[in-house]
């Protein structure tokens, strides 16, 4: 994943002051029981994603949920910053934070 996001920025820094693409990727398993009785199961997996860009004090933000599209949405996200910005970005210096969580448990439930 990180590999793809990086893909989408190339060449787009030197348009904005600052960009960000935030990405969560979830497995969701539901069991529903009415009483004693087993009425589904369902596993999914959930995509959700946001770019942020900021351009001469203007923010651009796009949510979407399809990887396929991250190289757009981030021109976009660009093109919206472009559009409202009109002065000097400011910002404070912070270091990228990287979040890779991998939940375990104790024991399998499925």
Known sequence: MREILE????????KTDYIEIRAEKKEV????????KLENINCS???GENVRALVKGGWG?????QFDDIEEKVKEAIEIASLIGKEESKLAMALPVVEII?????KDFR
């Open 61 to 65: 933000l796009v949510s979407f949920n």
């Open 7 to 14: 893909k989408a920025l190339e060449n787009k820094k030197n």
């Open 45 to 47: 997996q959930q995509i």
């Open 29 to 36: 398993t539901t069991i529903h029981f009415q009483g004693k």
């Open 102 to 106: 991998n939940q375990e448990l104790d």
